[in-house]
């Protein structure tokens, strides 16, 4: 069976704190994203990598950093918590290969509180 | 800017009705994928197509590429149905848009 773990599944966390969220993938997907999910806005994309050491800023970059030293690892960075980053974090991952589409595949979500 | 537009944002039915969600996106795409969130968060994909028409038990998808729009039915609906229901489109680009999702509750 396929999977994308991830790390945490609840964490709260002070404000000003560094947050490591970690996620890995066991399908030898070459893409990885990070969404965050608020009510009434649906996923928004944090960032994503296409490689080993590659990444892309997504549409709400600000306040995050990423890191992938290896193809199966992605990982969130929270520098300096704050308050507005309570949110459900969600990693994905998926081919690029496939010209007629790539399912993507979810990990199952932490929810972070900054306090 | 909202590349991918769903229909409605929520809906109750009654348990055996059948029930449609509607998608509209606005970008060109290799292909729209269904996805379903149940409470707690997991995100499972139901349906990814480009073309036509797919269905997997209760579930039919359906995709008009020259009006860009896709529907989701469910046929027979059932308590065990209600979740969330995602419509996302991926671009050439192997990037991704979703809808805001529509929530669904089946009442026995």
């Known amino acids: 069976d396929v999977k994308v773990t991830q790390s945490s599944r609840y964490l709260v966390k002070r404000t000003g704190e560094k947050v490591f969220l970690e996620c890995v993938q066991d399908?030898?997907?070459?893409?990885m994203f990070w969404y965050r999910q608020d009510p009434g806005l649906g996923l928004r994309l944090i960032y994503f990598s296409y490689d080993v050491k590659m990444k892309e800023k997504g549409d709400i970059p600000e306040g995050y950093s990423v890191s992938r030293e290896k193809k199966e690892r992605f990982s969130l960075i929270l520098e300096s918590a704050s308050t507005n980053q309570t949110s459900m974090y969600l990693c994905?991952?998926?081919?690029?290969?496939?010209?007629?589409?790539?399912?993507?595949?979810f990990g199952e979500g932490s929810w972070l509180t900054v306090v | 800017k909202n590349e991918v537009e769903q229909s409605p944002q929520n809906l109750t039915a009654q348990e055996g009705e059948f029930i449609t969600i509607n998608c509209s996106y606005s970008v060109g795409i290799s292909a729209l994928h269904w996805l379903q969130q149940h409470p707690g968060g997991g995100i499972v994909s139901l349906f990814m197509?480009?073309?036509g028409k797919k269905k997997h038990g209760r579930l039919i998808a359906t995709i008009n590429i020259q009006e860009k729009h896709s529907s989701l039915h469910i046929t027979a609906s059932h308590p065990r149905d209600s979740a969330v229901y995602i419509c996302a489109v991926e671009n050439t680009g192997n990037q991704f848009y979703f809808g805001t999702g529509t929530s669904l509750t089946v009442i026995p």
């Open positions: 197509l480009s073309s």
């Open positions: 399908m030898d997907h070459e893409n």
């Open positions: 994905a991952s998926s081919s690029q290969f496939t010209i007629s589409g790539n399912t993507i595949y």
